[in-house]
Structures are given as C-alpha cells and as structure tokens.
C-alpha cells in the first residue's frame, strides 16, 4: 500500500483521501481508515498538522507515514510527531525522487 501511495500525485494541505480513491489501494475495504495527506515543510508546519489531525479525531489514534528531503530538518519534525499524545506509530518511507 505504501508503495502505491507514494505513487499518487500530491494534494494541497492537509487534504483527506477520497473513499473511492482508497478503496483502489486496500485490500480490506470493510473499514476504511481516514487518510491525509499533507506536504509540510517545517517543523511549524508539522505542529500544525498534527494539531488539526488531533482536533479531528481527538480519540483516534494517529499513524504518521512520513518522508524528509536531505536539507530538512527532519530531527526537530519527528520530535514534533514523535511528541504527540494521539500519535500510536511513525511510519518513515524513502523515495527514489531527486530531492530524497
């Protein structure tokens, strides 16, 4: 799934996966999970998608698929996702784009 995933073109900010688009990539539709994708580019970016997605779902628990460009600073947004109470697990994946 993730490798489809990082496939798909990418959306604006913090924007939620259609069903139907999900249903494409999962094998088990009976409970589709509420996916979202953003770009950030900073730590106060992170902050403040993760704030959201907590107000969103303030009894979920939150999975953060992530990846870092080399020139980010990838330790201060982990520990942003990292320090989270809603945040269950990080999920880090690599890419084989130019800028990864």
């Known amino acids: 799934m993730i490798e489809k995933g ?3 073109e990418q ?3 913090l924007e ?4 139907d ?3 494409n990539l999962l094998e088990d539709t009976a409970k589709l999970p509420d ?3 953003d ?3 900073n730590p106060q970016a992170v902050d403040c998608v993760i704030k959201e ?4 779902h303030p009894t979920s628990q ?3 698929v992530c990846g870092f460009s080399k020139q980010k600073d990838m330790t201060s947004m982990l520990h942003s996702i990292a320090t989270c109470p809603n945040v269950k697990a990080i999920h880090p994946v690599t890419s084989q784009h130019f800028k990864l």
């Open 39 to 41: 770009v950030c580019h």
């Open 16 to 19: 939620r996966v259609p069903e």
């Open 6 to 8: 990082l496939l798909a």
């Open 53 to 56: 997605l907590s107000k969103l």
């Open 62 to 64: 939150i999975h953060v």
């Open 21 to 23: 688009k999900l249903a």
């Open 35 to 37: 996916v979202y994708l």
């Open 11 to 13: 959306p604006c900010r």
